[in-house]
């Protein structure tokens, strides 16, 4: 399958089925006892990126880039902190989703905007990018070109995550791939955590922080990079 039939499943995905599943589970309404641990996950993850981004006392005024926004729980509070944020996802009913959020959020957040399009289509240039739990969505072949067109509008820093790829991981994804279900429309790539890093070094950035979260059925792979 190539990357234009792999974007076609993932938007056609998130704004259907997968729409209404993921939006339970970044929510906050009663979810199964999975779905509650992928959204513990990716919680952890957020708040991580989170806590980078405070501790280095300067995120008022920080243009951010949130790409793949899903339904902005990484954007919103980086806007409610001040930040200056651009949110964007393939899915137009995830981008709906989080702007219906973002307004009826605690004051009014003017300065957070949302846009639906592909990664590849991003302009601009950010203090900051950050691409959380969508490299999943690409082959190994094409993340080196999507990373590559990120870290070309990362003014300092590209923050990444990805699912990495080791043994005990690519069992279990094995052995789920044979209980088929609604979340098994898109394909779920791993990553070598050795060939992301030698990707980003090759656009010019070096690996500052990193950081792991893994609870039973979400693993994921943090990366903040700076340039060089």
Not at 7 to 16: C, G, P, R, T
Not at 94 to 114: H, Q
Not at 161 to 189: C, H, Q
Request: hydrophobic residues 40%; contains cysteine; proline residues 3%.
């Amino acid at each position: 399958m190539n990357l234009a039939n792999d974007k076609d499943i993932v938007k056609e995905y998130f704004n259907s089925t997968g729409f209404d599943r993921w939006q339970r589970i970044y929510g906050d309404g009663k979810v199964n006892k999975v779905q509650l641990d992928i959204r513990t996950g990716h919680q952890q993850t957020v708040d991580t990126v989170l806590q980078w981004l405070q501790a280095d006392g300067n995120l008022r005024g920080l243009s951010v880039c949130d790409a793949g926004c899903g339904v902005g729980s990484l954007s919103i509070p980086l806007a409610e902190a001040g930040a200056i944020v651009c949110a964007s996802d393939i899915s137009e009913k995830m981008v709906a989703e989080a702007y219906d959020r973002a307004t009826v959020a605690p004051g009014k957040l003017y300065n957070v905007s949302f846009t639906a399009q592909d990664l590849e289509a991003l302009s601009g240039n950010f203090h900051t990018v950050i691409c959380l739990d969508v490299l999943i969505h690409y082959p190994q072949d094409k993340a080196a070109s999507m990373i590559a067109h990120l870290s070309s509008i990362a003014q300092s820093r590209l923050i990444l995550s990805f699912a990495p790829k080791t043994l005990a991981l690519t069992v279990l994804k094995k052995i789920g791939e044979f209980f088929p279900g609604p979340s098994k429309t898109t394909r779920a790539y791993q990553h070598r955590e050795a060939d992301i890093i030698k990707i980003l070094e090759n656009n010019g950035f070096v690996v500052n922080r990193t950081a792991m979260t893994s609870t039973s059925f979400y693993y994921s792979r943090l990366l903040e990079a700076v340039r060089k």
